[in-house]
């Protein structure tokens, strides 16, 4: 079985811009999470999608919004750029929500400039 | 607020020890305490799950104990071999409803040959 997938892999984009990643969860799985990794926090939860509903949200801003679409597939769009906004987003994956095993993708390093 | 604190940043250790890593937490009833392995440029990979009312578990080389009144897990490689240094994240999660797991900021491993 393939595992998560996340395009794309690294991303430069500049502050004020705006960037939208992907991520396709292993085949089955229908709960969609998405984190932001950083060096001085850690894993921050941004939000959990399942059945194309978002089920729960991290603190950020209004910023970052997501969605998933009917085959589970998830995107999430962070737009006008910051330069705290660089970090790894990895987005993880379960068969439901909030079950306690969840696989994780290798992540979208971003950088903003 | 929440908040989960691992011993150290790095910690280095010769081949064939035991490491000892450790993760506390405060403000926090979590249901359950998770343990996951993070290489470099890459998502985080689950270990181990310890539930509130367990003591100790097991897997191979790893044990995972976890003190509810101490507030405390540690996580333990008996035999240790360079192929186990990574960044080893613990996570607490609560029981029922959507994504609630809580990460901390991970120890890094280094094992000496």
């Known amino acids: 079985k393939a595992g998560v997938t996340q395009t794309p892999r690294y991303l430069i984009k500049t502050r004020g811009q705006q960037v939208t990643l992907s991520c396709s969860p292993i085949s089955g799985h229908r709960s969609v999470s998405w984190y932001q990794q950083t060096p001085g926090q850690g894993l921050q939860f941004l939000f959990e999608y399942f059945s194309e509903t978002q089920r729960n949200k991290g603190n950020f801003p209004g910023r970052f919004s997501g969605r998933q679409f009917s085959n589970s597939r998830s995107e999430m769009n962070v737009s006008t750029l910051e330069l705290g906004d660089s970090a790894l987003y990895l987005c993880?994956?379960?068969?439901?929500?909030?079950?306690?095993?969840?696989?994780f993708g290798p992540g979208t390093r971003l950088l903003v400039l | 607020s929440q908040k989960i604190e691992q011993n150290s940043e790095a910690l280095n250790i010769q081949e064939g020890k035991t490491a000892t890593l450790t993760c506390n937490y405060t403000?926090?009833?979590?249901?359950?305490l998770q343990w996951y392995r993070q290489d470099p440029g890459r998502g985080p990979v689950f270990l181990l799950l310890i539930r509130e009312n367990e003591k100790e578990k097991r897997k191979e080389r790893l044990k995972v104990t976890f003190d509810t009144t101490l507030k405390q897990s540690l996580f333990h490689i008996t035999a240790s071999q360079p192929a186990d240094s990574a960044t080893y994240l613990c996570?607490?999660?609560?029981?029922?409803?959507?994504?609630?797991?809580?990460f901390g900021t991970g120890t890094k491993l280094q094992v000496i040959p």
């Open positions: 996570a607490l999660g609560n029981s029922g409803g959507y994504q609630k797991v809580t």
């Open positions: 993880a994956s379960s068969f439901l929500a909030g079950e306690e095993t969840q696989y």
């Open positions: 403000n926090y009833s979590p249901a359950y």
